[in-house]
């Protein structure tokens, strides 16, 4: 039997902003199907781990490989490499004069270079498989903060990434909506996607999660099964985490 592929493997990753070292010696390893999800309190460096893994900010030291691949941000052309790894942001940034639709197909249209009818067609099934297909021609200030969020997802899943990172997709929404963008995001797993999602939902995080990792002042402190980690957690930190959020 051959062990599944590495879609993202992390090593001795380092970053800093000025002279303060934000991510310590970081090592992550996601096969492909595997969904991590990240927890730790504010400013463990959960965000920055991922903007890195996205190259949003661009590492000090160590090796991100992307399917096996190990990226140079300045040999690699990383718009190719955004298009394998997408992003969902805690604020959705969809452009407010655009529909619903035609914010779905933008980047394909550009970045992919497919055309409209094409691009229309892939997006309407997009809208589909997050339930918002009745919306296709509104503007988006006429949803609800959790449609926003669908359709960040979906114009995300429309650069047919083959990873997907998540920084706290629910933490802006109202409680009545957060169900609803959990239950996309329990969907895409289902389907096999690989993903790194920050949340503080933890009861999503139990169901969810092959991998819980438990980040603390710039490190993985605990990597474990999310039965382990909440249930039986070796950390004393990360037993005090757990304490005050669940
Ligand atoms: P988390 O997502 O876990 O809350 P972050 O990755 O956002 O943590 O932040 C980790 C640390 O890095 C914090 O101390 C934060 O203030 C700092 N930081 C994050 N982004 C920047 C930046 N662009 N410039 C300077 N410091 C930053
Ligand atoms: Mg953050």
């Known amino acids: 039997m051959s062990e599944k592929q590495a879609m993202i493997r992390v090593q001795n990753l380092k970053k800093s902003f000025g002279a303060v070292e934000v991510l310590k010696d970081i090592n992550l390893e996601v096969k492909k199907g595997e969904v991590v999800v990240l927890i730790g309190a504010s400013g463990s460096g ?18 991100i490989f992307i399917e ?9 052309d990383l718009s ?3 298009q394998k790894v997408g992003m969902v942001f ?4 969809l452009f407010p004069h ?4 035609e ?6 249209l550009i970045v992919r270079k497919i055309d409209k009818e094409e691009a229309k067609k892939e997006a309407m099934q997009l809208l589909k498989k997050v ?10 200030s006429a949803l609800s903060g959790g449609q926003k969020q669908r359709v960040a997802i979906a114009r995300s899943l429309a650069m047919k990434p083959k990873i997907m990172l998540f920084d706290e997709p629910t933490s802006a929404l109202d409680p009545e909506l957060v169900g609803e963008v959990l239950e996309t995001m329990k969907q895409l797993a289902r389907e096999g996607m690989t993903m790194i999602i920050v949340t503080h939902e933890m009861g999503f995080a ?3 999660a092959d991998w819980v990792a438990f980040m603390d002042k710039g490190k993985i402190l605990e990597l474990a099964a999310p039965d382990e980690i909440f249930n039986h957690p070796k950390e004393e930190r990360t037993r005090e985490f757990l304490t005050r959020v669940l």
């Open 98 to 101: 655009k529909t619903v639709l």
């Open 131 to 140: 339930g918002l297909e009745e919306k296709a021609d509104v503007y988006p």
């Open 206 to 208: 139990k169901d969810v």
């Open 68 to 76: 096996g691949k190990s990226i140079d941000p300045k040999k690699d």
């Open 90 to 93: 805690q604020h959705f940034n």
């Open 80 to 82: 190719k490499v955004r």
């Open 46 to 63: 959960k965000s920055t781990l991922i903007r890195c893994i996205n190259f949003l900010e661009i590492k000090n030291g160590g090796d």
């Open 103 to 108: 914010n779905v197909i933008e980047a394909p």
